[in-house]
């Protein structure tokens, strides 16, 4: 299989990434060893579009966030991502925090950041009534908004998609290949080589060890899980916006939000391990985020809890992106090390790639224009979110839209055929997609339905379906089967 | 088709609740009764439960769930209830009682009936009420949910089965998934008493020899994929897990059975006051909400033991419904406030009218493993017990004539106390 460009990872970097290449006449690959997207980092994050005042400016950080937060705002539309406009608060609590608060105003005035002011505890409490009586100032940053990650990812890989990329789903990068003269030549994956003159390491969590299969060891990812509550959506309207905390040097600290779906979220911590897939949550880690929570709100209402869950980013001991070509061999390109403000900054990152590209690697792949390139994709319709008359109207193009399949959050069959047809393949896969199983039974009535509805589709055996990929089977054999095993021994 | 002109009695819910409170409403002479169900046959969850142990005090016989209600979906029918399955209530107005509801060949429909009989019965609580840490991988499911699969599909979630909680679906789900051919390493309870009724702890643990593990919990899920398997522990008094007491069981599957939570979306939309304690409308024996047109039965109320209850309850909701619709129930109805004592965990109805003679369902805090006593002060009721545990339900008897007799009567006060 022969590719101009081949793109490890279909995080929200490499989808950003597949997306920007495809306005270029490029046959692109888009390798994820996940079953759905989005599935690392960009699956479980506080799905945050950064105000952009909290790195120091000469930082690829700063460098990517502002203009990352700007095309966001015009991709939202573009590609129909649901985004809560919303605005963020950085919370102060005493005078050394105020202090604090001044830097990054200041900072954020240095980096391009519009509208910020710093405003008194009592104006924060007009607009967030519930938040705690000690906070004494907050940093307002009007341009952060809340994004619905799930969405933005599957839009920007659809997006390539249209315009031509191609998506390998479970095809996990094993290694690298290199022609006679050392320079790459293509990926080893589990399902086969990939040839390329161009590898973009879009990689994550993984970025580390991909760059080293170039020789790259100049930078080292410590994966650092981030542990988060989900509320249900009976809690809207508690929280309106992002809340942080003042910055420890731990990190961001622990948030308060509303997610763009109306959710109250809480989250995350900051664990460094050496595990890359550890996902999963801890008790202390849980109990963290829990007081963090209360100390910013101090009614959170944690018995609407649905879920918790956990990630893992992919910081490095630079505490920057680690993005650039690589001299040697030739042809390959990092996009490593991307974690918070990654969400925000990857559509900026994306076009600095694609600059690099023409500027760097024009020996090897030519930027010419994509004249057809098609800047729009339309979502999923959500039902949820629709007039009645909008509701009928669909109804009556197509009345699989009437039957109701998740109760708690009103998704329609329509829209499970459609995430089907879009390529969901799994029960999480749909409910990124769809949010069908998103909420307060957490699927415990729609699961059996959406798996139903796959099976059906796809004409696979109900018991093959699987929540997300690999060994995860929702069932394990037909009832009495291990009764008959048991009378054979 | 049905008219949707001139509903006098609308139902949203066709399981056992709602069916009955179908036949009640046309027994008391409500001209056009019908039953709304999201689901695309009628019955609620009680089409899953393929046990038998239901409609011993109705029907004095020992049926399964789908032939109890196959006997009351009869009845509504012949006595004229229109069913309508498949069949989505998104919406109800505050404003005028408007119903919207979407069915695939009826489109979207705003319904105004005269009035309205909430019976959406319950959802159990799932993994992420309790947060137990941990990965997130498939075997995870509801006792319900596997019931779903295992009585439904003809599947099996899996073949080494760990049971968190002791509620009844969970109690019943630990015997279904030994005759179905897994095993079932033991049921693992955070209270020191189980959730379920006695005869279930019996019939479907000690019948099959199932441990039954008093304060203990699970405290770590493994496992990426499939689940590997859980970490269980003893927990103390303030239910913290104890250091040092965790043990790793091996299994597949983990079947949460940790309690059911009425389901209420719709009346809080409808504006209705809510009991934060049962999670169901407040309401009196009539079984009229705080909006007078709408009234509420079954686990939408209050979470039944016994299906006969519920049915019970529905045909009081239909026939006052009706009688509402006929102009029948005064709107200054006498309302008593009924209180909790001190050991009622929760109770409904909230108030008594003395219309009629109603029974008031309670639950007790703590158990009591000798004989006691419930009542209803002042002097409107005593009964002897030989126990009273948190997972039966108990009842309290008040006479409308005991009511009248009192016309001073401020408040009820009920109770559940050793003798």
Same mark, same amino acid.
């Given at each position: 299989m022969n590719y101009d460009v081949i793109i490890i990872g279909a995080g929200v970097t490499g989808a950003a990434i597949a997306r920007e290449l495809s306005k270029y006449k490029l046959k692109i690959a888009v390798l994820d060893k996940?079953?759905?997207?989005?599935?690392g980092a960009s699956r479980a994050n506080s799905s945050m579009i950064h105000g952009g005042f909290d790195d120091k400016p000469g930082t690829l950080k700063t460098k990517f966030c502002v203009p990352g937060n700007k095309l966001w705002h015009k991709l939202k539309d573009e590609l129909d991502i649901n985004v809560n406009e919303c605005g963020s608060y950085v919370c102060a609590f005493d005078d050394k925090e105020i202090n604090h608060l001044e830097k990054l105003l200041e900072q954020g005035k240095n980096n391009g950041v519009p509208g910020l002011e710093i405003i008194s505890g009592d104006k924060l409490r007009e607009k967030e009534?519930?938040?705690?009586?000690?906070?004494?100032a907050a940093l307002w940053s009007p341009e952060a908004a809340i994004i619905n990650n799930f969405e933005a990812v599957n839009a920007l890989i659809e997006s390539a998609k249209i315009n031509g990329a191609e998506l390998f789903l479970e095809t996990l990068a094993t290694g690298l290949l290199f022609d006679e003269k050392n320079n790459i030549r293509g990926v080893t994956t589990n399902k086969g080589d990939f040839i390329a003159p161009v590898v973009i390491n879009a990689?994550?969590?993984?970025s580390g060890e991909i760059a080293k299969w170039a020789g790259d060891t100049s930078f080292k990812i410590i994966p650092t899980k981030g542990e988060y509550f989900l509320l249900d959506?009976?809690?809207?309207?508690?929280?309106?916006s992002f809340l942080f905390s003042c910055p420890s040097k731990a990190g961001k600290g622990i948030t308060v939000l509303q997610t763009a779906e109306g959710n109250l979220m809480s989250g995350p911590t900051a664990t460094e391990q050496?595990?890359?897939?550890?996902?999963s949550t801890t008790a202390e880690g849980l109990a963290e985020v829990l007081k963090g929570a209360r100390r910013l709100v101090?009614?959170?209402?944690?018995?609407?809890?649905v879920t918790t869950f956990a990630g893992v980013r992919a910081n490095t001991e630079s505490g920057d992106f680690e993005i650039g070509v690589l001299k040697?061999?030739?042809g390959f390109v990092n996009a490593a090390g991307?974690?918070?403000p990654g969400f925000t900054s990857s559509p900026a990152i994306a076009e600095y790639i694609a600059e690099l590209l023409k500027e760097e690697l024009s020996d090897r792949i030519k930027l010419t224009p994509?004249?057809?390139?098609?800047p729009e994709r339309k979502n999923i319709p959500r039902f949820l979110h629709m007039s009645m008359d909008e509701r009928e109207k669909l109804i009556k193009k197509d009345?699989?839209?009437?039957?109701?399949?998740c109760r708690c959050e009103t998704v329609t069959e329509g829209q499970v055929l459609e995430a089907i047809r879009r390529g969901a393949r799994t029960i999480s896969a749909v409910k990124m997609m !769809? =949010?069908? #199983?998103?909420?307060?039974?957490?699927?415990?009535?729609?699961c059996p339905r959406v798996a139903e509805i796959l099976s059906r589709e796809l004409n696979i055996?109900?018991?093959?379906? !699987? =929540?997300? #990929?690999?060994?995860?089977?929702?069932l394990v054999g037909k009832t009495k089967e291990f009764l008959l095993e048991k009378g054979a021994e | 088709m049905g008219n949707n002109k001139n509903i006098d009695v609308l139902i949203i819910g066709a399981g056992p609740a709602g069916v009955a409170a179908g036949i009640g409403a046309k027994k008391e002479g409500a001209e056009n009764v019908v039953v709304l169900e999201?689901?695309?046959?009628?019955?609620?969850i009680l089409q899953q439960c393929i046990h038998t142990g239901f409609g011993?005090?109705?029907?004095?016989e020992e049926l399964t769930g789908p032939e109890y209600m196959h006997r009351f979906i009869t009845e509504a029918r012949e006595a004229g209830v229109e069913f309508r399955a498949d069949?989505?209530?998104f919406k109800i107005d505050k404003e005028n009682n408007s119903v919207w509801t979407m069915n695939k060949e009826r489109g979207i429909e705003c319904l105004n009936p005269k009035s309205i009989v909430l019976a959406m019965g319950c959802r159990e609580r799932p993994l992420g009420a309790i947060h137990i840490p941990g990965t997130r991988p498939s075997?995870?499911?509801t006792a319900g949910t596997a019931k779903h699969f295992v009585?439904?599909?003809?599947?099996?979630?899996?073949k080494r089965v760990v049971i968190l909680g002791s509620d009844n679906i969970g109690l019943i789900m630990a015997r279904r998934m030994i005759l179905e051919g897994a095993e079932v390493e033991g049921v693992y309870e955070m209270?020191?008493?189980?959730?379920?009724l006695r005869r279930n702890i019996a019939q479907c643990l000690d019948d099959y020899g199932i441990p039954l593990h008093l304060k203990m919990t699970v405290t770590k899920i493994h496992g990426a994929d499939r689940l590997e398997g859980v970490t269980v522990a003893e927990v103390d008094d303030n239910m913290t897990p104890i250091k040092g007491t965790e043990r790793f069981i091996e299994c597949d599957t983990l079947l949460l059975a940790i309690g059911l939570i009425p389901e209420n979306e719709l009346s809080k939309m409808a504006g209705i006051e809510i009991d934060p304690v049962t999670g169901g409308p407040v309401v009196n024996d009539l079984l009229?909400?705080?909006?007078?047109a709408v009234f509420a039965a079954g686990n939408v109320v209050i979470v039944y033991d016994l299906v006969d209850k519920v049915s019970d309850e529905g045909l009081i909701a239909g026939a006052n419904a009706a009688k509402f619709v006929a102009g029948k129930?005064?709107?200054?109805i006498k309302k008593i406030p009924v209180k909790g004592g001190q050991n009622v965990r929760l109770f409904s109805p909230?108030?008594?009218?003395?219309?009629k003679d109603a029974i008031i369902y309670l639950r007790v805090t703590h158990p009591i493993e000798r004989a006691c006593k419930v009542t209803a002060e002042p002097g409107l009721y005593t009964q002897r017990l030989r126990y009273a545990r948190p997972g039966e339900m108990n009842e309290a008897r008040i006479k409308a004539s005991a009511i009248k007799a009192n016309p001073n009567l401020k408040e009820i006060t009920i109770d559940i106390q050793p003798m």
């Open positions: 996940a079953s759905e997207l989005p599935s009534p519930n938040v705690s009586r000690e906070i004494v990689g994550g969590v993984h959506r009976t809690a809207q309207g508690f929280i309106h050496d595990d890359p897939e550890d996902k101090p009614d959170f209402p944690i018995e609407l809890n040697n061999p030739r991307i974690k918070s994509n004249e057809k390139f098609i009345p699989t839209y009437a039957q109701i399949v !769809t =949010r069908a #199983g998103a909420g307060r039974c957490q699927g415990g009535f729609c055996p109900l018991d093959e379906i !699987t =929540r997300h #990929g690999g060994d995860s089977k929702l | 999201r689901d695309w046959d009628l019955g609620g011993l005090r109705i029907f004095r069949t989505m209530v075997g995870i499911y009585n439904k599909e003809g599947c099996m979630p899996g209270m020191s008493w189980p959730g379920g009229q909400t705080s909006n007078p129930i005064s709107p200054d909230q108030f008594i009218t003395g219309e």
